[in-house]
Every structure is written in structure tokens, then in C-alpha cells.
């Protein structure tokens, strides 16, 4: 059984599932791995496709928290004073390390995370591009000039914030917090991030390679815990704000504690997004979208369409193709290339999503295909956490499979008649995080999107991420975004400076 210092940058090597043990300290700060102390308090990590052990998480405490939040502040103090161009230097060398490393990370990812390796793989790319991204930002940031009477003046200047939390969830490791640490870098904030205690692998390899790219010791730093750990950081007076991604009942609780120290907070939360297809849609493009929509990383995404209403007209022959397709999705060993959908994060999720699945039948849905563990014929494989992606018909809006996050591989079509109607039922939830339409009739399209309320109106595709796109949520999905040039706004503030020319006013 291979152990690891594998992870360790550059001498990390090719894995295979069931093989690997990660012994190494999952912490960053000060500019090196730390091992957690409360090793009293230490959690098993699984790996998902095989049930085995993969490695202890410790969770950092109090003191931990403190040391790794004064180092970012330190390192903070540091990386503001640099111009844009020269943090820019520094995060284009990270995202060349990472595109060179790619594959090495997302075997990691996979280990970790059960998805596929086909997917893992773009993770990695999206991550890197990201990076790529908010450094192209980095020198552009300015401020602005205003004229006053007089010939007096005024400027203002795009100030970070200082040290930065972001929290994570455990769909999208490596992406999250890459996602949450290019912009807070490319604005010369610091960063201290907290993975899920489900997922700590590969946030520490980010930690190293920004490290290897020539961030100063201390800019972005990992803790590993769970909700403890998490409340320290947003309750800690060093933190200026908290990035979290995660379900709509921790965020609430994040954005309490984050508001008695009056910190900026963005929240990135769950979804339960509605996909529209239109009769006179190229079924085969929304057969796909469909298929995207619900599927990647075994369901587990929080912008996936779930509730797919599709016009009476076409549902039949959408179904039966749908089904079709969804039979032949190869579940499996997620880091065999031909595999298309790999293991669910842990037992009680997977025990969850087939308690939603048996609720839905309960409440009159049919199952068409799926919606059952599924042991797959590697002996090394029997323990992992795989479910058949499942379809389900006869839905209603309010049966708890249609009004609830799934969070697995799980679709409930329901047919509509009337643009009306199905944008009325569409916009029936309490979350907004994304939405979808397929059609040919470009203004019915546009005029979709313009009525859907969701912070992401995809048409005629799914599940699309360039990182040049804001991302974020309506309603009770959250507030701020990422990605795009928005991001800027949640991660810098702005100082107007005012400058007198003449005499000051003499009233007294
Ligand atoms: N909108 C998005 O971008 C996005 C992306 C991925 C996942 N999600 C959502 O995340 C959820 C699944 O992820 P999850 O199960 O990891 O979510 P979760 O809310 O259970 O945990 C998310 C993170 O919050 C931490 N946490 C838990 N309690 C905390 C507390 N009291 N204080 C501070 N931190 C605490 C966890 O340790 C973890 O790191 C789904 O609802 C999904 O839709 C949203
Ligand atoms: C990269 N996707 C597929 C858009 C997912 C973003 C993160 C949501 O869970």
C-alpha cells in the first residue's frame, strides 16, 4: 500500500483506487505543512470508492486558528504593498504549475472525491484558469479621479480587505478554493481556508503551490476542521470577511456569526434549479443539457437542473432517449478513463439520496431507471458509495423530491403546456441559484431568462463555467459571486481620498 509522499510537490506520482494512505500534516501555514494537534479529536476520511480509510482529519483549534490568521496577516501586510503587475507575475507561475501538475491533482481529487477522473481533470483546468484569470485583473485595478470646483480633487483607490476566510464544501475541492483564492490574492488580500472535513486532501497542494510560485509565507493558508473549526475563523477580529460555500442552514448560521464582527461575508448555497424545454428545441442538444444538468459528480452540484419540465408535445420521446442514455451511464472505478460516474462522498449521503428516491415512490413518482446501490464487480470496489443514476416520472411541484436539494444523481421531469405557467412554477422555490431553458425561438429564450429568477439562466446548454462569468445566487441560493470581474467588488473596498486646493471654508 503506497504511502505518501506523494503529495508533497513536485514528487507526487500516479495513484490508483484502494492504494493509497495520505499520512502527511494536511495544514498550511507560515509557509509549510503543520500537523494537527488535537489528534484526541481526529475524524476518519474516506475514500469513496472504496469505503477505505484514506487518512485523519485533525481539527485545528483555537490556538491553530490564531497562528494561522496572524500569519496571513503578516503576509498580508507584505502582498498589499505589491503592484498589481508583480502579484499578477506570481499567480500566473501558479497557474502554470497547477496546469503542469494537472493530472497528478486530479487523481488526488478523485481519490478523495469519488468523482470521475474525466471530470476531476476539467476541475483542474477550470481552477488554473481562474487563477489565470484574476491575475490578467491584478494590474488593472484603479481607482478613479473626480474633478471638484475649484480646481480641488478627489481619487479613489481599490484597497484589499486584509485577511479573508474562505469555507468550503466537499463537491468541488480543489476548485472552490481556487475559486475563492484568485481574486482575494489578485486584490492583495490574504487568505486562511477551511476545506470540508470531508474533502482536506488537496487545498494543502493549492497551499504548495502558491508557496512554489513565490507568495509570501503566510498568504494563503489551510485549516482543516468542521463546524468548530469554522466558527472560530468567523468569529475570529482578525478576519475581514468570509467566503463560504456550502448548504443554505450553515450559511445562515455563517452569516450570523460573521455579522457580530460586522464582516463581509459572500454566500455561495444550495439550489434546486428548474431546465425548461421547449417543444421546438433540438432535442438532442437538450437530451444533453438534461443529462449535464443533472449528472456531473454524481448529481452532487449545487447549480444542477433537477426539476426538468419539459413541454407535453415532446415528452415522450425526451424520456424515452433520457432513460436510454442514463442506462449506459458507466458507474464505476472513478479514476478508469471510460468511467462516466464515479462514488457519492460518503455512506449517509448516498443513504439520504435513496431515502429522497424512496419518499418520491412513496409520494406517487415512478421510477424509470435506477435509484439503487450499485456494487460494482472490482472486489476492491465493494465497500465504495455508488448509486445508479436514477429518473423519475409522474412528479408533482409538491412532492419533497421537487421542492428539496438532492444533492445525487437524481431527475424528476414533470410536463408543462404554457410559457406562463411553467415560468410561474419555475420560479415556485425559495432558491435561485441557476436555471435553464432549451428552445429555438431566440425571444422566447431571452425573454426566459429575463423572468427566471436565478442568479444563472443557462439557454440551450448546462452546466457551462467559464470562470470569465459571474456565478452566484438568487434568493436563499446567496449573495456575492464569483468569478468575473464582479468578484472584485467582494474582495477589495473602496477609499475616496479628497483633496482641498484652496482655503478651508471659515464658518465658526
Ligand atoms: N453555490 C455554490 O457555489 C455551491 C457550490 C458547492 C456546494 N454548494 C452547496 O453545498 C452543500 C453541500 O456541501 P456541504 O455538505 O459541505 O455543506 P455544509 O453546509 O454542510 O458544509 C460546508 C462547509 O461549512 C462548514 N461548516 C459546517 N458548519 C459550520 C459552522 N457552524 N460554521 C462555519 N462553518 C461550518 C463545513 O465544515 C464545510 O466546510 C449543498 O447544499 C450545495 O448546494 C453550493
Ligand atoms: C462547475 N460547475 C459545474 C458549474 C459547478 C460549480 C459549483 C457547484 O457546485
Given amino acids: 500500500m503506497a504511502q505518501t509522499p506523494l503529495l508533497s510537490l513536485p514528487e507526487f506520482h500516479s495513484v490508483s483506487t484502494g492504494s493509497l494512505i495520505v499520512k502527511e500534516a494536511l495544514n498550511f501555514w507560515g509557509g509549510a505543512r503543520v500537523q494537527g494537534k488535537n489528534t484526541q479529536n481526529s475524524e476518519p476520511v474516506y475514500e469513496p470508492a472504496t469505503g477505505r480509510v484514506l487518512c485523519d482529519m485533525i481539527p485545528c483549534g483555537e490556538e491553530e486558528i490564531d497562528q494561522a490568521i496572524k500569519d496571513a496577516h503578516s503576509a498580508y501586510l507584505k502582498w498589499r504593498k505589491l503592484a498589481g503587475i508583480e502579484r499578477a507575475r506570481i499567480l500566473l507561475e501558479a497557474a502554470r504549475i497547477i496546469r503542469e501538475s494537472r493530472d497528478q491533482i486530479a487523481e488526488l481529487e478523485v481519490i478523495n472525491n469519488g468523482k470521475s477522473i474525466t471530470e476531476a481533470k476539467v476541475d483542474i483546468d477550470v481552477a488554473w484558469q481562474c487563477i489565470e484569470y484574476y491575475a490578467g485583473i491584478a494590474p488593472t485595478l484603479a481607482g478613479q479621479h473626480i474633478q471638484l470646483p475649484g480646481g480641488s480633487f478627489a481619487y479613489t483607490r481599490r484597497e484589499p480587505l486584509g485577511v479573508c476566510v474562505g469555507i468550503g464544501a466537499w463537491n468541488y475541492p480543489f476548485q472552490i478554493a481556487a475559486w475563492k483564492s484568485a481574486p482575494a490574492l489578485a486584490c492583495g488580500n490574504a487568505m486562511v481556508f477551511k476545506p470540508s472535513p470531508m474533502t482536506p486532501v488537496t487545498a494543502v497542494i493549492l497551499a504548495e503551490i502558491y508557496k512554489k510560485a513565490g507568495v509570501p509565507d ?291
Avoid at 478513463?337 to 457519492?344: I, K, N, S
Avoid at 465493494?382 to 409522474?394: A, E, I, Q, R, T
Wanted: with cysteine; glycine share 10%.
Fill in 218 to 508: 503566510g498568504l494563503f493558508n489551510v485549516v482543516q476542521g468542521a463546524a468548530e473549526t469554522g466558527s472560530l475563523l468567523c468569529h475570529h477580529p482578525m478576519v475581514a470577511k468570509v467566503s463560504f460555500t456550502g448548504s443554505v442552514p450553515t450559511g445562515k448560521k455563517v452569516m450570523e456569526m460573521s455579522a457580530k464582527g460586522v464582516k463581509q461575508v459572500t454566500l455561495e448555497l444550495g439550489g434546486k434549479s428548474p431546465l425548461i424545454i421547449f417543444k421546438d428545441c433540438e432535442l438532442e442538444n437538450a437530451i444533453r443539457g438534461a443529462l449535464m444538468a443533472n449528472f456531473l459528480t454524481q448529481g452532487e452540484v449545487c447549480c444542477n437542473g433537477t426539476r426538468v419540465f419539459v413541454q407535453r408535445e415532446i415528452i415522450k420521446p425526451f424520456i424515452e432517449e433520457v432513460v436510454k442514455r442514463t442506462k449506459a451511464i458507466a458507474v464505476g472505478d472513478p479514476l478508469l478513463d471510460g468511467t462516466r460516474m464515479g462514488a457519492l462522498i460518503s455512506k449517509p449521503h448516498m443513504e439520504k439520496v435513496l431515502g429522497f428516491i424512496a419518499k418520491a415512490k412513496e409520494q406517487g413518482a415512478k421510477v424509470l431507471c435506477g435509484g439503487e446501490p450499485f456494487v460494482p464487480s472490482d472486489p476492491k470496489l465493494k465497500g465504495g458509495y455508488y448509486l445508479s443514476p436514477c429518473v423519475l416520472d409522474n412528479c408533482r411541484d409538491d412532492m419533497t423530491c421537487v421542492k428539496e436539494e438532492i444533492f445525487g444523481p437524481v431527475m424528476s421531469i414533470m410536463p408543462f403546456d404554457t410559457e406562463e405557467e411553467v415560468l410561474q412554477r419555475a420560479n415556485n422555490t425559495t432558491f435561485g441559484l441557476a436555471s435553464g431553458v432549451f428552445t429555438r425561438d431566440i425571444s422566447r429564450a431571452h425573454r426566459v431568462a429575463e423572468n427566471l429568477q436565478a442568479g444563472t439562466c443557462f439557454i440551450n446548454n448546462y452546466n457551462v463555467s467559464p470562470v470569465e462569468v459571474p456565478f452566484g445566487g438568487y434568493k436563499m441560493s446567496g449573495f456575492g459571486r464569483e468569478n468575473g470581474m464582479v468578484t472584485i467588488e467582494y474582495y477589495s473596498q473602496l477609499k475616496s481620498v479628497v483633496v482641498e486646493m484652496g482655503d478651508v471654508d471659515n464658518y465658526f
